[in-house]
């Protein structure tokens, strides 16, 4: 994640363009000047993604096939994509060399596959791989300061952590690298998980905070602006006044003047009162938004209804002597109970019908017969 | 005992402020729709059997005047009788298939359930038999294809057992799910080794058998359909072992509103089970149900007796009825083609169309 904040940082999704228009080059045609353009129509995956979700691709006008020794002069739709041992190498290249399946690497003889190439953003492809290992790493590396007991244990961690980096980067003892990496992985997997949750939930706090604060400016913008129509109204209407009163009171001009002034000034302090009201109000808003963001985890109920299941007639034991299901319970490759067939459930559910009506007393004719008649059945004149 | 009751139920409407639940067991078709006492039992036996012998007289007076006056009709014991015989035949049959017990006694039930809604003279029980059974299959969950359920019965086409299993069905009224007692009795013999103080040599394991026995042969008598399957399952253990039956029953306490204990308030009910299962648990003397279905043979419904006047009656008053539905559609298909040469209907005439465009301008 933080790699991604790094790269994001510079590239910024906006075509970088040093030294230049090309068409100004007093050369003929072709620039020195390596160009970064952004594309959407990215078959491979890979690559590092600007702000906006799209991958930024490193393009030069004198960009050569190191296979086919095609350049852009003879192909202008050249297209450079980097493979997994970092060596690039044309489209028509790939195609050529991968569509069968997978093939060894023209330069390095290491095995590839096609869909394994990624578009290149970086003019150094060391950048390049430096950026997906720190990036891979991350993820499985996402131990913060929390989770140590003290700083020298982070610290000690961090270290480790550097030296996998460096160790993927220049190609030093990879295999024990990798099975450092594992280990890893094996030890920390609940606490990764947790992180890796940890991390979009901060992540989903701050969108939602941006959000809150948009919303606070906006809010505040509104009122400033009609705090300052109110103002520019007062002021005018005060004017007018210590006008209307100097035409028509006979006391000293100078008295009420500052008899206007200091009404106005009351004015503007309890209007500043109210205005302190409204940030302490917003800055509860965003309190209350940052807190409802993690939901109590309500205990889940499956299903109610009216039925009483005899619950209390019976205590289940955890196993039964019983030769009749015995065969089942042998089964040891589980044969009989692929149907999803459980011995204990049949247990339950026989102990349940052995107490299941046991106190419900036979029908007895109370005078219900007579009425009870079927009246269809017409009897026989014999 | 009604003052016990009312006293009960107050307290526990105080303890309990929630709605009252009703137990599992009531809400099963078995409790609702198939649960009778002995008398009415007998009584619905009865009206059935004067109904259809009614009936069956009409259709004899009909055919032939005068000829039904020497016909010797079954009465409802001897229809009864009849019918226990071929439930005595179902365990024979799943013996045969090896079916699970499920599948046996389900059949039975439905044999049994089926002849409280038909008679014999109707249908004859030999091949609702096989009917039921092949229906138990399928409704237990123990599916075995037509064929090879036919051909392992002599004598038996597919026909024989699916013309008959839409009819069953019905007179079931599609309430297929039935409560056991011998899965009631396995849920005992569990539910005894949570007693602590019971050692286990008290309860060996022949004495599941014996009862397990017992319960079969309640399966002759009506007793599923007078009494719960646990009240028949407790009954057979205790004739297999009184002492076990009696600690069981007395490790429950009665949950609903009566206040004496389990043992004195099923007293009656486990001796009525015990004299039913004693003395009628067990098939009828083949030479008496021998008689019956000769007489059978004689005063069995004509109209369901292939090849005689009155089932030809039948067949040409149904044929006659399909005729005229088949007649009036062809005539309706004629009047609307004579109409106009389209079968949907001729176009609309400008005017009618101006109309429903009018109409349809009217709904905006």
Partial sequence: ?382 | MIAGNTSKDSAEADNSPVKKKNPLYEASTQYRNWRYSPERLEAVRTQLNAAAVAKIRNTFEADEPGSSANVAFLSASEEHLLVKLYVSKIPQLCGHFHFPEEVEATAITYLKRFYLKNTVMDWHPKNVMLTTLFLATKTTNNPISLEAYTSNIPKTSASDVLDLEFLVAQSLGFEFAVWHAHRALWGIWLDLQSLTDLPEDLRPQDIYEIALKHVRASRFTDAELIYTPSQIALTCLSIASPLLSQRWAASKTASSSISEPLSELLKDTLGAINAMVTQNGHPPDIESVREVDRRLKLCKNPEKVVGSKAYLARIAEEERLSERKRNKKAEDVRRALGEGADPFGSDLSDKEQAKRLAELDDDD
């Fill in chain 1, 1 to 382: 994640m933080s790699n991604r904040a790094n790269v994001g940082g510079w590239l910024q999704g906006k075509t970088i363009r040093k030294g230049g228009v090309v068409s100004t080059n007093t050369h003929s045609g072709r620039s020195s000047t390596p160009q970064v353009q952004s594309t959407s129509t990215t078959v491979f995956g890979g690559g590092v993604k600007d702000v906006s979700g799209r991958t930024s691709e490193y393009f030069s006008m004198d960009d050569q096939c190191p296979v086919c020794k095609s350049d852009r002069y003879l192909n202008p739709k050249l297209r450079l994509l980097v493979s997994s041992c970092y060596h690039k190498m044309c489209e028509s290249c790939i195609d050529r060399l991968f569509t069968l399946g997978p093939a060894p690497c023209p330069i390095c003889q290491k095995v590839l596959r096609k869909l394994a190439f990624t578009p290149q953003t970086f003019e150094d492809l060391t950048v390049e791989k430096e950026v997906a290992v720190r990036r891979r790493i991350a993820k499985e590396f996402n131990k913060r300061r929390e989770d140590f007991l003290d700083l020298r244990g982070y610290n000690d961690y961090l270290e480790e952590v550097e030296d996998i980096t460096f160790n993927l980067i220049n190609d030093i003892d990879v295999a024990q690298t990798e099975e450092r990496i594992q280990a890893h992985k094996k030890e920390n997997a609940s606490l990764i998980e947790k992180n890796i949750q940890r991390d979009e939930q901060y992540a989903q706090a701050l969108r939602e905070q941006e959000e809150a604060d948009r919303q606070e400016r906006e809010q505040r913008a509104l009122e400033a602006r009609r705090e300052e129509e109110l103002q520019r109204e007062e002021r005018e209407k005060d004017r007018r006044e210590i006008i209307d009163r100097l035409e028509t009171s006979n006391t000293d001009a100078a008295k009420v003047i500052a008899k206007s002034r200091a009404e106005a000034n009351k004015r503007s302090s309890a209007r500043t009162t109210v205005d302190s009201v409204l940030k302490s109000n917003a800055q509860l808003l965003r309190s209350r938004a940052a807190r409802s963001t993690t939901i109590p985890d309500v205990p889940h109920i499956p299903l109610q209804d009216d039925w009483y299941a005899y619950e209390d007639a019976y205590v289940l034991m955890n196993s039964y002597e019983d030769p009749y299901s015995e065969a089942v319970r042998k089964d040891r490759d589980g044969i009989m109970r692929a149907g999803g067939y459980r011995v204990d459930q049949a247990w339950e559910r026989a102990v349940r019908s052995a107490v299941m009506g046991l106190d419900l007393l036979p029908l007895t004719e109370q005078g219900s017969f007579s009425n009870s008649c079927p009246a269809d059945i017409v009897m026989a004149p014999v």
